[in-house]
């Protein structure tokens, strides 16, 4: 009988999967405008099938969420 190696334990994340780090907004409300209005065309050029990179949808849709939960906390932290 072939005898096995013993397994190794991974201690850190696997490749390609980092974190994204947060930057700072000033102006959340215009951000949030300007991530809506790409969110838009992106739908269209996907609707037309001219959009190539369909992830990028998906990131504009977290960025959004990440904007509207910093308005949020800034109302929080201001009530």
Do not use: W
Request: glycine share 2%.
């Amino acid at each position: 009988m072939a005898e096995r190696k013993p397994r190794q334990l991974r201690t850190s994340r696997p490749a390609g999967r980092t974190r994204k780090v947060a930057e700072p907004v000033a102006n959340p409300e215009a951000r949030l405008l300007e991530l809506s209005e790409e969110l838009f065309k992106l739908r269209f050029a996907f609707a037309t099938r001219q959009l190539t990179n369909t992830a990028r949808i998906r990131t504009v849709r977290r960025d959004i969420a990440r904007m509207r939960t910093l308005q949020r906390q800034r109302e929080l932290s201001n009530a």
